[in-house]
């Protein structure tokens, strides 16, 4: 009998970490690796039983400039399903999620495993090793059979993906990398961000961005580590100093020319609330698997729709007027290369090439960190799961 089989059959077959492993515990231990904005893993497990558990969300609207109406962490909650649900086929199981969305600041997503037929996801070894990839990349354009596989990982999602390749294309990209770039490095509300997402110090960081994986030089890192230091430092670097200049040169505009393609994820529907934006983390993760799979990187552009969307709501999302202006070209430039209504649509916008993995990434926080304690104190004594 196999060790699944073993607890299905035993009602008191519930494994607490670190000693046994359940098979929700396994599932939800390869889908933390799912990506989130900045690495900040918007959630905790509430583990129920040995084939059951919650993902209790939450977001920093409150205070990530990025994390508009909370849709950059409604999107990581979608990738991170959508993995739990690959994982699961893995252990020849299907995954049942009953999400619940009355509260939008916390949503809370059901998980439910069952015994299924059925072989393993091919996006399933995938799931660990995809990663952002910031440096330079071949510019060579993605094969068409690399196309059509990532093509046919979105198949029935409710997302199409727009593709942009040829120098002429990229350097348009490349020119609205840049713009957006200026906002982002001279709004102050974006510092804090900065100054904290950062890890300076380790090569794999657990809880952030490591510095090397943004892939600056070292004169640049140097200096922008001095910057970040106060909010003073960074303005004064931008005004008098062009500070910004090197940085979007060198993190911005030559990533987004050197690269194979960029690409936009945009929505079939019109739908626009949570459940379509868990929808649309489980595209954006399906669609970066698959890349994985085809030895294409990866880097999202998340930031150029998050400043088109507070300018399209009419909303201030800084105190300088001039940035505000900016957010409204970057708008209608973004709405120039995809059209107005695609433009709207657009949920995710990346950079694709062929290249290595990065040498520096980040990782993700412990099993035993995301499990939430108290259930893990209400949780029965431990049956060792034997798998
Ligand atoms: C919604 C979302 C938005 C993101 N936006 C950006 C972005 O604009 N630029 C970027 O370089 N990475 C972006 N990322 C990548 C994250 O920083 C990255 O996934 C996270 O740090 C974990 O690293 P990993 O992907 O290497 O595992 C985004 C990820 C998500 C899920």
Redo the contacts with the bound molecule.
């Keep these: 009998m196999s060790a699944i089989a073993r607890i299905i059959g035993d009602p008191r077959g519930v494994a607490l970490i670190p000693d046994g492993r359940t098979p929700i515990l396994r599932v939800l231990d390869l889908a933390r690796w799912a990506?989130?904005?900045?690495?900040v893993q918007t959630w905790s497990f509430r583990v129920q039983g040995p084939l059951a558990a919650e993902i209790a969300g939450r977001d920093t609207r409150d205070h990530v400039l990025y994390d508009r109406d909370g849709e950059?962490s409604h999107?990581?909650l979608g990738?991170l399903v959508e993995s739990a649900r690959i994982a699961a086929t893995g252990l020849g199981m299907e995954l049942l999620a009953a999400p619940d969305l009355r509260d939008p600041r916390r949503p809370v997503v059901g998980l439910q495993l069952r015994p299924a037929a059925g072989r393993a996801d091919p996006l399933l070894p995938w799931i660990a090793r995809?990663?952002?990839q910031?440096r330079p990349l071949s510019t060579r354009a993605p094969a068409a059979e690399d196309r059509a596989a990532i093509e046919l990982a979105l198949a029935g999602s409710g997302y199409r993906l727009r593709w942009f390749t040829g120098l002429a294309q990229r350097w348009a990209w490349a020119r609205l990398w840049w713009h957006n770039a200026g906002i982002r490095l001279r709004c102050p509300e974006a510092y804090p961000v900065h100054r904290d997402i950062v890890d300076w110090h380790d090569r794999m960081s657990p809880d952030r961005?490591p510095a090397d994986a943004l892939g600056a030089s070292l004169p640049i890192r140097l200096v922008m580590r001095w910057a970040l230091g106060s909010w003073r430092r960074v303005d004064r670097l931008n005004r008098w100093a062009a500070g910004t200049i090197a940085p979007r040169l060198e993190l911005d505009l030559l990533p987004a020319l050197r690269c194979g393609a960029h690409v936009a994820l945009v929505a079939e529907g019109r739908e626009s609330g949570l459940a379509a934006r868990l929808a649309a983390g489980a595209a954006v993760q399906r669609l970066w698997l698959a890349a994985a799979s085809r030895g294409l990187r990866f880097?999202?552009?998340?930031?150029p729709l998050v400043f088109a969307a507070y300018d399209r709501a009419d909303e201030r999302f800084t105190v300088r007027d001039d940035l505000q202006r900016d957010a409204h070209a970057l708008r209608l430039r973004l709405e120039r290369m995809l059209g107005a209504d695609d433009a709207g649509r657009a949920v995710f916008l990346a950079r694709l090439g062929y290249g290595p993995e990065p040498a520096s990434?980040?990782t993700r926080l412990p099993i035993e960190r995301l499990v939430e304690q108290t259930m893990q104190r209400e949780t029965p004594a431990p049956v060792r799961a034997g798998g």
């Design positions: 990506p989130s904005g900045d690495n950059a999107l990581a990738a995809r990663a952002t910031r961005v880097q999202p552009a998340y930031t990434r980040s």
